[in-house]
């Protein structure tokens, strides 16, 4: 069964650094798309970053441009997102995500939580 699972979230001063990982298992991780969303407390969810399946093309929401890095590396079936210039708004529970396409649903881990604060 399709398994994520993240890590390395923590307390983080304003303008400090983090490095998510998301361990994906159960689905040919190679082959597809992943995402990087997040919730912030008493928020919806919204989308952080998308890698395509070999890592060439990666995309951002507007307010983590330029500061977050997403990547992947194929040969340990995991995921990163590099968070850098921290603010107190990037406070949230970071969910990785695939999409299963032929099956139109969507796989979640159970998210790593994140804070920002002095």
């Known amino acids: 069964q399709v398994q994520l699972v993240e890590s390395g979230g923590g307390l983080v001063q304003p303008g400090g650094s983090l490095r998510l990982s998301c361990q994906a298992s159960?689905?040919?991780?190679?082959?597809?798309?992943m995402s990087w969303y997040r919730q912030p407390p008493g928020k919806a969810r919204e989308w952080v970053a998308t890698?395509?399946?070999?890592?060439?093309?990666?995309t951002y929401a507007d307010s983590v441009k330029g500061r977050f890095t997403i990547s992947r590396d194929n040969t340990r079936n995991t995921l990163y997102l590099q968070m850098s210039s921290l603010k107190p708004e990037d406070t949230a529970v970071y969910l990785c995500?695939?999409?299963?396409?032929?099956?139109?649903?969507?796989?979640w881990g159970q998210g790593t939580q994140v804070t920002v604060a002095s």
């Open positions: 995500n695939y999409y299963w396409a032929s099956r139109g649903r969507d796989y």
């Open positions: 159960g689905f040919a991780f190679s082959m597809n798309a």
């Open positions: 890698s395509s399946s070999n890592g060439e093309t990666t």
